[in-house]
């Protein structure tokens, strides 16, 4: 059972993979941490990927490919694994099908965190930081007694510019036109599963896990 895992920030998504794999023994891949594992190991894959890891910049699709291929016919990955961060466009969904369609297999389903922009413009932009403690609010989570002011020390709130609600609202829109010919693209396929992610950790938890063992 491999799965591939889609959410906008925001949405906990890897809150969520990490709940999903403890339950179901399903191992969480990122693509962070495949290319620093490689690389560590000074694998075949891992040599080649090191100097755009290193260097900041985009690592190869095929590349990527490989290590997941490789990284999935690895022992622990019996029973499959919770794919998160990959494919991010859909020519890399498209390699990566025809990839695993080379070694007989294929994704089995593509599990969707749902979550209206609204509430992810609500959960992400709402931090404050004190300008002279550095204490950190959220005016929905953890507000101040006094809007703007530091329970701590009286100081000045102020919102960093990846908090504003417009650079949020920026990154979302981003999101939102990438994933969506994704999300066509698999939903095409019938492997699609949509999930509710507006509800608590553990109802979306409860969810995810529906949405894998139900097959
Ligand atoms: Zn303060």
Known sequence: MDVILFGAPGAGKGTQAAILAEKTGLVHITTGELFRE???QETELGKQAKPYYDGGQLVPDRLTIAMLLERLSQSDCARGAILDGFPRTLEQATALDEALAQEGKAIDKVIYIQVPENELLGRLSGRWNCRQCSSVYHERFQPPRQAGRCDQCSGE????????????????????????????????????????????????????????EGS
């Open 38 to 40: 490689a690389i560590r």
């Open 157 to 212: 709130l102020y919102q960093r510019d990846d908090d504003k609600p417009e650079t949020v609202r920026r990154r979302l829109e981003v999101y939102a036109q990438q994933t969506a010919p994704l999300i066509d693209y698999y939903r095409a396929k019938g492997k699609l599963v949509e999930i509710d992610g507006g509800k608590s950790v553990e109802e979306v938890a409860k969810g995810l896990l529906a949405a894998v």
